[in-house]
């Protein structure tokens, strides 16, 4: 399959991406650099975090952030912004899984809160924290990560769909808060991707969402990319509180 993108010029953009060091994040980080914007790939990954941001040229660089901690997420967004002199967008990508393959009953009420500090308080905070520069950017767009399988109610991984349902509560909640301060703000819901962090579902999981889909393929990081690129262009201005899943079609909305 070519993994070549839609010519979406985001020149001059600048962008913070959580969770940016390997997976979907490294795919978002590179992504965004092809298409001429400068990059802040924030992770607790810090090695590789590092030499992504090497890789990916002058226009990256690495901060660190663990999502789980209200200061380092001030911190971190606030060294991103001073680097490249402000913010126009936010990927808040960075998230954990911890109760994949669990029936409800089996979750340690730690494994909850620690999927609910950094999936949910974390994309709260980091969007708080970003909002004065996306707001001073007078274009600010956010693009939150939601997962499909809060909308398909997907079985023993609980703590993981309660927290990307409440992703998708909070995109349609933060739209109507910062939209007079012309930030947008939209989720993309993806379906089972092919990246390091879905290596432990189990087989069964991969051939339900195949079978399932319209387009009866794996679906793979490039899937994801155009839709966000695009979320976070000045073209896509008066689209806001949106949830849209990218799943080949497994769920339709």
């Known amino acids: 399959m070519s993994t ?9 953009r600048k962008v913070l991406v959580t969770g940016g060091a390997r997976g979907l994040g490294e795919a978002f ?24 941001a090497g890789e990916l040229g002058p226009r990256a660089f690495y901060v660190p952030m663990d999502l789980s901690d209200a200061v380092a997420i001030q911190s971190g ?16 990508n960075g998230a954990i899984t911890n109760s994949g393959g669990k029936a409800m009953a089996d979750i340690a009420v730690a494994t909850w809160d620690k999927v609910m500090a950094v999936n ?20 600010g767009r956010v693009v939150n990560l939601a997962s499909d399988t809060a909308l398909w109610g997907a079985a023993n991984l609980m703590a993981y769909v309660a927290s990307k349902g409440a992703v998708m509560a909070m ?5 109507r808060e910062l939209g007079p301060q012309g930030i947008t703000v939209n989720a993309i819901a993806p379906g089972l991707t092919l990246v390091e962090a879905t290596e ?29 690129l695009f979320l976070l262009s000045r073209g896509s201005g008066y689209i ?7 799943n080949g079609g497994f769920v339709m909305q």
Do not use: C, F, K
């Open 171 to 175: 995109t349609h909640s933060m739209a």
């Open 77 to 92: 967004v606030a060294a991103a912004a001073h680097h490249m002199d402000g913010l126009d967008g936010l990927i808040n």
């Open 29 to 52: 980080a590179r992504a965004l650099v092809d298409a001429g914007a400068s990059v802040a790939i924030s992770d607790v990954l810090h090695a590789r975090g590092e030499a992504l």
């Open 200 to 228: 432990y579902v189990p087989q069964a999981r991969h051939d339900h969402y195949r079978n399932g889909r319209a387009i009866q393929r794996p679906q793979v990081p490039e899937d994801l990319t155009s839709a966000v």
């Open 120 to 139: 949910v308080r974390g994309t709260w905070l980091t969007t708080v924290a970003a909002q004065p520069h996306l707001a001073a950017s007078g274009q």
């Open 240 to 246: 806001t509180g949106q949830v849209l899943p990218i």
């Open 4 to 12: 070549n993108l839609p010519e979406i010029n985001l020149t001059g």
